[in-house]
């Protein structure tokens, strides 16, 4: 779990956008660990909100992640 987050917070730094779909991070975390399943990849990228280290962005249609502190978000 924990190498799963450490590569979603690398891809959530790295990336040229600043939100994403879960889509993306999905591509990103298989590319460096293809056996990495949807659910896993999803409950690491929850974890990663709940501690406070990406944020929820919702755009009506869909939600989206983002790295906190990073572009425009609902809280600043």
């Known amino acids: ?44 990228a929850t974890e990663l909100v709940n501690e406070g280290k990406l944020i929820y962005f919702s755009t009506g249609s869909t939600t989206m992640y983002g790295l906190k502190g990073r572009g425009i978000t609902e809280d600043q």
């Open 1 to 44: 779990m924990e190498e799963l987050k450490k590569i979603i917070l690398e891809f959530a730094e790295t990336s040229k956008k600043t939100k994403f779909y879960f889509k993306d991070l999905e591509k990103a975390v298989q590319a460096k660990m293809p056996d990495a399943k949807s659910r896993e990849i999803k409950k690491a």
